[in-house]
């Protein structure tokens, strides 16, 4: 998919309202989207400014479910959305 390095900030805690699948030899997708400017999808390149890259599924799902109050993701998304804490990486 070529498009923009995102970064996506969510704050209040979860359910952060979407869905990863993937991981290790493929990237992490999200799937589900729901909140905060994600697209159905989108690669998933960091959590919490810890890369993804090789990460696996169950590995990235503990980082998400361990984070408090807030949640930042880096995210390779086809289309930039001018919601909430969405911007792109220049």
């Known amino acids: 998919m070529a498009g923009d390095r995102v970064t996506i900030g969510m704050i209040g805690g ?3 309202g ?3 699948y993937g991981g290790e030899a493929d990237p ?3 799937a589900k ?3 905060a400017g994600l697209r159905e999808n989108d690669i998933l390149l960091g959590i919490n400014g810890v890369a ?3 990460m696996n599924h169950s590995t990235a799902m503990g980082i998400v479910d361990s ?3 807030s949640l ?3 995210v390779l998304s086809d289309r930039v959305v001018a919601h909430g804490s969405v911007r792109p990486n220049t």
Do not use: S
């Open 33 to 35: 989207a729901y909140e």
């Open 72 to 74: 930042n993701m880096l």
């Open 67 to 69: 984070t408090g109050h």
């Open 52 to 54: 993804c890259h090789g």
């Open 14 to 16: 979860a359910p952060w």
């Open 18 to 20: 979407f869905r990863l």
């Open 28 to 30: 992490l997708l999200v």
